[in-house]
């Protein structure tokens, strides 16, 4: 038997288990470098040199140019560390939010407060 | 022997730092989470802990996946706060409880439970700012024993695994030999996600009995799995694995219950339904 076990998807979520980590460890790791304040200026001054350096495969680059979530996140991205890596761009939890839903960031707004109803 | 005084829950949100900082405590955005503060702050006022234990999760900071631990207990005399990719200030350094960690650490492993140990660990704002929400005034008053709880790489520990790991923890401090009073403090939560299509997800009807399930049936939620507690409270809302902690310890120690100070939920803040609750033991 399979283990550990198959569960049921859980609509509009990945758990990033073994598989992701296996998969996203060097985009991982340098969106964990983010961290420090001259690591993110060393990425902004040259963004293909950094992700070279961190070994990063051709579709995490495209990825990380693209600056589109739902890609990093199937690139085996950690939301941790994306979390950092939006940080770079100045960009909010619901900023993230609204790109991932498809939504403007007023209308991702709006549902989180007609949530609280 | 040490007095648990009690237990507080809060959500602790980045954003909040930027508020305290810029003082917008009672803009009409905020008001609603920090109106929630004042009652609890003026029991912690009377009930003066000395020490808190902290439980909470690290987003990254302390940690990477190339050593993750599944529970690792804080044993230094300083805990330093860092950049954690944003830019928000740091906060001064907090103070250790060097006797309690390794008090805590040897009846863990006793108890066999297999912990990491750090004797030099920083903390990022899930350890920070509750206690600048708690005592928002000048340093703070409290040494600070952290017990970080892995919510980053899955697989997680079970939720029972979790609510055991807090009563041990609790009962550590009870035996321990001094005539200090402590507090928990649970860091996280409550429904929210971060990722995914289904960033944004918010269970207001799960976190109420949650809330109320801590004052009146504390091992609730520890039938639930990881999976489904994913499912009902979101990919970050699995933080109230640090909630089940800190009420797992109250249960630990002299006296028979519990009762609650103050509570509070407000959404949204960020992308969080924000919780707040203080418990006093009896």
Same mark, same amino acid.
């Given at each position: 038997?399979?283990?550990?076990?198959?569960?049921?998807?859980?609509?509009?979520?990945? +758990?990033? &288990?073994? @598989?992701?980590?296996?998969?996203? !460890?060097? /985009?991982?790791?340098?969106?964990?470098?983010?961290?420090? =304040?001259?690591?993110?200026?060393?990425? +902004?001054? &040259?963004? @293909?040199?950094?992700?070279?350096? !961190?070994? /990063?495969?051709?579709?995490?680059?495209?990825?990380?140019? =693209?600056?589109?979530?739902?890609?990093? +996140?199937?690139?085996?991205?950690?939301?941790?560390?994306?979390?950092?890596?939006?940080?770079?761009?100045?960009?909010?939890?619901?900023?993230?939010?609204?790109?991932?839903?498809?939504?403007?960031?007023?209308?991702?707004?709006?549902?989180?407060?007609?949530?609280?109803? | 022997?040490?007095?648990?005084?009690?237990?507080?829950?809060?959500?602790?949100?980045?954003?909040?730092?930027?508020?305290?900082?810029?003082?917008?405590?009672?803009?009409?955005?905020?008001?609603?989470?920090?109106?929630?503060?004042?009652?609890?702050?003026?029991?912690?006022?009377?009930?003066?802990?000395?020490?808190?234990?902290?439980?909470?999760?690290?987003?990254?900071?302390?940690?990477?996946?190339?050593?993750?631990?599944?529970?690792?207990?804080?044993?230094?005399?300083?805990?330093?706060?860092?950049?954690?990719?944003?830019?928000?200030?740091?906060?001064?350094?907090?103070?250790?409880?060097?006797?309690?960690?390794?008090?805590?650490?040897?009846?863990?492993?006793?108890?066999?439970?297999?912990?990491?140990?750090?004797?030099?660990?920083?903390?990022?704002?899930?350890?920070?700012?509750?206690?600048?929400?708690?005592?928002?005034?000048?340093?703070?008053?409290?040494?600070?024993?952290?017990?970080?709880?892995?919510?980053?790489?899955?697989?997680?520990?079970?939720?029972?695994?979790?609510?055991?790991?807090?009563?041990?923890?609790?009962?550590?401090?009870?035996?321990?030999?001094?005539?200090?009073?402590?507090?928990?403090?649970?860091?996280?939560?409550?429904?929210?996600?971060?990722?995914?299509?289904?960033?944004?997800?918010?269970?207001?009807?799960?976190?109420?009995?949650?809330?109320?399930?801590?004052?009146?049936?504390?091992?609730?939620?520890?039938?639930?799995?990881?999976?489904?507690?994913?499912?009902?409270?979101?990919?970050?809302?699995?933080?109230?694995?640090?909630?089940?902690?800190?009420?797992?310890?109250?249960?630990?120690?002299?006296?028979?219950?519990?009762?609650?100070?103050?509570?509070?939920?407000?959404?949204?803040?960020?992308?969080?339904?924000?919780?707040?609750?203080?418990?006093?033991?009896?």
């Amino acid at each position: 038997m399979a283990f550990p076990p198959k569960l049921p998807p859980i609509p509009g979520t990945n +758990l990033f &288990d073994g @598989e992701y980590a296996k998969k996203g !460890y060097a /985009l991982n790791k340098m969106c964990f470098s983010f961290n420090s =304040a001259d690591n993110r200026a060393a990425f +902004l001054q &040259d963004e @293909e040199a950094y992700m070279t350096k !961190y070994e /990063l495969t051709d579709s995490q680059k495209a990825a990380i140019r =693209a600056k589109q979530v739902l890609q990093l +996140l199937d690139e085996g991205g950690n939301a941790y560390y994306l979390a950092k890596f939006a940080g770079i761009f100045k960009l909010d939890m619901q900023d993230i939010g609204a790109q991932q839903r498809g939504m403007s960031k007023d209308e991702f707004k709006a549902m989180l407060v007609a949530s609280g109803k | 022997m040490a007095k648990i005084i009690g237990g507080l829950g809060t959500s602790h949100i980045p954003a909040i730092g930027g508020a305290i900082h810029r003082g917008a405590q009672q803009e009409p955005y905020w008001k609603p989470f920090f109106d929630g503060f004042p009652p609890i702050r003026e029991w912690l006022g009377k009930a003066q802990p000395d020490v808190v234990v902290m439980f909470y999760n690290d987003h990254g900071l302390n940690f990477f996946l190339d050593k993750m631990p599944t529970f690792a207990v804080g044993a230094a005399a300083l805990y330093h706060n860092a950049d954690e990719g944003w830019g928000i200030p740091t906060l001064p350094p907090f103070k250790g409880e060097l006797d309690l960690s390794w008090h805590i650490i040897n009846h863990l492993v006793e108890n066999e439970f297999d912990v990491t140990t750090c004797q030099e660990m920083l903390v990022d704002h899930a350890c920070t700012l509750p206690l600048k929400l708690f005592w928002p005034e000048g340093d703070c008053p409290v040494t600070v024993v952290p017990v970080c709880i892995n919510t980053v790489q899955f697989p997680l520990p079970h939720a029972r695994r979790v609510y055991a790991l807090g009563r041990a923890v609790g009962e550590a401090v009870a035996a321990w030999d001094s005539s200090k009073k402590v507090a928990f403090i649970a860091s996280g939560g409550l429904s929210h996600q971060l990722e995914g299509e289904r960033a944004g997800f918010i269970n207001k009807e799960f976190d109420l009995q949650f809330l109320q399930s801590l004052e009146s049936n504390p091992e609730w939620a520890t039938q639930y799995s990881i999976h489904e507690l994913v499912e009902k409270t979101g990919t970050q809302g699995i933080e109230l694995l640090a909630w089940l902690a800190m009420r797992a310890a109250l249960s630990a120690g002299e006296g028979s219950g519990v009762r609650k100070v103050h509570s509070n939920y407000h959404i949204p803040i960020s992308n969080t339904a924000t919780g707040l609750l203080a418990l006093e033991k009896f």
